[in-house]
């Protein structure tokens, strides 16, 4: 007889597949932004040391130039965030945060919704405080682009077992069920 254990403490399993709220994806994105900015730099430390190495002579600190400096960091996070949002639906930050961004359907988002909405949340941040705004814990980001940001804590590959957010969307509400079931006012 063999157990089987369940990575997802029972606390967490009834926010599974749920949206996810402002405080986690903004703690997601600090990670995030941490991981581009220790790549920058570990690139251009790779950069300095090819510098040194290569002319012979003296060696001067290279220092990038300032429209360099502007356009880096934005071009890079947009493509770490659009690609792995798009390769599984989830960046690093993501990962320890326990969320994943879906599309539709609860698919992962197709490579240009993915870099669509990572150049937008780069572009707009405060689209985010939308999602304490509205009413279905969505950033600006998602409603344009119809994604959603869920807790998924699952490590392995994904195939929702639990409703995704867009079969919660297509469930009548309690009101509708019960307007549904009310007779006809009008015979």
């Known amino acids: 007889m063999t ?26 994105a600090c990670v995030d ?3 581009v900015v220790v790549a920058l730099i570990v690139a ?5 040391v090819v510098v040194f190495f290569v002319p012979p002579g003296g060696f001067e600190m290279p220092v990038p130039p300032l429209w360099l400096d502007l356009v880096a960091g934005p071009v890079v996070m ?16 993501c990962h320890v ?9 609860g698919r992962d988002p ?8 990572a150049a937008f949340n780069v572009a707009f941040p405060l689209g985010l405080v939308w ?10 980001q998602d409603v344009v682009l119809g994604t959603s940001v869920i807790y998924d804590w699952d490590v392995r590959p994904r195939r929702p077992t639990y409703p995704t957010v867009a079969e919660e969307a297509i ?9 549904a079931q009310a007779p006809d006012q009008h015979e």
Request: net charge positive; no cysteine; glycine share 12%.
């Open 131 to 140: 999602v304490v705004l509205g009413r279905q814990n969505r950033s600006i």
């Open 110 to 117: 197709n490579l240009m919704t993915a870099l669509l909405r």
């Open 33 to 35: 932004i941490g991981v």
């Open 3 to 28: 157990a089987r254990v369940d990575p997802l403490p029972k606390e967490a399993r009834v926010f599974q597949g749920r949206r996810a709220g402002l405080v986690s994806r903004a703690a997601a």
């Open 78 to 93: 947009t493509l770490y965030l659009g690609v792995w949002w798009h390769r599984g639906g989830r960046t690093y930050g």
């Open 171 to 179: 469930q009548p509400t309690e009101a509708e069920r019960a307007a």
């Open 44 to 48: 251009y430390l790779g950069f300095v």
């Open 97 to 105: 945060m326990g969320l994943r961004v879906i599309a539709r359907g």
